[in-house]
């Protein structure tokens, strides 16, 4: 059989361009995510003076799922309340909207966060959720508004004598889930843990290879954990900046080109691997862990280990958390559901990681990754870092449910196994 390396340009081109076809038509198809209608509003208070114990103040931005969840609410509010008037305020694309959305922050002694934004009186309320909903309309002497034509709250999941889940904010953990899995079949991260089990399990110990291969997980995962807080962090206070958006967004479609184009060439070009001279010094990393002496003292090497291995690593890895951060700043994730959204991101992100360990526990024996194996889950994160990145361009709305992450992550799948398919096929 052929290597795809030895077929011609043309060909590899093709196999790759039919694997895209669903990608394609996916973006094509995609709706663009619709501006909320905003209504006019007055000059800023310093320019004239508001009765702002009569108005709702609704400070808002475009692309944002809470921002849309709070507009279909005030849309039923105004219907149920006609004399109520709400004032919408968009914050990024319209200038004379963010001075009077600081101006009117800066009065009550608080500092623009992110939206949505409600302002009624001199309370101010950040985000949506249904506990912010029951309050304004408290405040408002409206009753029932919250509520959908058969009485029951849209924002809680009731689950009889087990309670209710208040589903508000949470439509990105569906995103984040997926998102999570597809990055943990990461061949950076997978081939140095085959390599270091593979070293530690010469001692014939599965209680020695289960304190390792715990801590050298524990120490990565704790690592990309503050990379990827890092960079919320970042993102949430660059976006309201124009064209942050479009960068994040041209960072994925070259991240997943790149690896993508690892699939048909991986030492040709630029590429997102673990650097080669530093490959060296990871085996002898390993062989530092193996050597015979005291667990505790074999733990600091591995914590040392495992600190400069996620340094090295962190080209390889970094794409997803960057998509990830964005998407959930661009929401405007508040940082305690970010840190919930977080854990689970890392736990889901080490799963097969956790599995690798505990086999190599149980059968003392550990494969070793191949080349193959890794230009595969190049090839499958590629395809899924430019669907993420045509979506954030033509329609970001969809990760913000589970049918429309699985729509975007399941077509992304779908073309990597048709390229694969393809790849095949021609190399017979």
């Known amino acids: 059989m052929a290597s795809p390396l030895d077929r011609t340009a043309p060909d590899r081109l093709a196999s790759l361009l039919a694997g895209m076809l669903a990608l394609a038509l996916l973006l094509a198809v995609a709706p663009r995510a619709q501006a909320e209608p905003t209504t006019p509003y007055p000059a800023p208070p310093s320019a004239q003076p508001i009765a702002e114990a009569e108005a709702l103040w609704y400070f808002w931005r475009d692309h944002c799922p809470f921002c849309r969840e709070a507009a279909v609410w005030l849309d039923r509010l105004e219907e149920q309340q006609p004399d109520l008037e709400v004032r ?5 694309q319209d200038p004379a909207g963010r001075a009077l959305f600081i101006a009117m922050m800066a009065e009550r002694g608080e500092t623009p966060r992110a939206v949505p934004t409600f302002i009624l009186g001199d309370s101010v309320w950040v985000g949506f959720s249904h506990a912010i909903a029951e309050t304004l309309e408290a405040r408002l002497v409206v009753e029932g508004v919250a509520t959908d034509e058969t009485g029951a709250s849209r924002w809680r999941l009731d689950l009889g004598p087990l309670g209710r889940i208040d589903l508000a904010g949470e439509s990105m953990l569906f995103a984040t889930l997926l998102i999570a899995f597809v990055d943990g079949f990461n061949p950076c991260s997978l081939w140095v843990l085959t390599v270091l089990l593979a070293m530690i399990l010469g001692s014939g110990s599965r209680s020695r290879t289960a304190a390792v291969g715990g801590t050298f997980l524990l120490v990565t995962a704790a690592l990309y954990g ?19 958006q479009l960068v994040v967004a041209l960072f994925a479609l070259g991240f997943g080109a790149v690896n993508v184009k690892d699939y048909f060439a991986l030492h040709r070009g630029i590429s997102f ?5 530093f ?27 495992a600190g400069g291995v996620a340094l090295v690593e962190l080209p390889c890895t970094a794409g997803f958390p960057v998509i990830w951060s964005s998407l959930l700043a661009d929401a405007g994730v508040e940082k305690t559901a970010f840190v919930g959204l977080l854990a689970a991101y890392l736990l889901v992100y080490l799963l097969d990681e956790i599995l690798v360990l505990a086999v190599a526990i149980v059968t003392l024996r550990i494969g070793r ?34 049918t429309g992450s ?23």
Do not use: C, N, W
């Not at 979506?391 to 913000?400: H, N």
């Not at 699985?406 to 017979?428: F, K, S």
């Open 406 to 428: 699985l729509v975007v992550i399941g077509t992304a799948l779908a073309g990597a196994l048709m390229v694969m398919a393809i790849d095949r096929l021609r190399g017979t």
């Open 273 to 277: 691997s673990i650097p080669e001279r």
């Open 88 to 92: 919408r305020v968009e914050v990024v």
């Open 226 to 244: 503050l990379f990827i807080g890092g960079l919320f962090a970042a993102l949430s206070v660059a976006r309201h900046l124009a064209g942050i």
């Open 279 to 305: 490959k060296p010094r990871i085996y002898r990393g390993s062989r530092e862990v193996r050597r015979e002496r005291p667990l505790p003292m074999t733990l600091l090497v591995t914590v040392v280990m």
């Open 369 to 402: 990754m191949q080349e193959s194996h890794g230009r595969t889950l190049k090839l499958i994160g590629g395809m899924v870092m430019l669907a993420l990145g045509g979506v954030m361009l033509l329609a970001p709305s969809l990760m913000e449910s589970l």
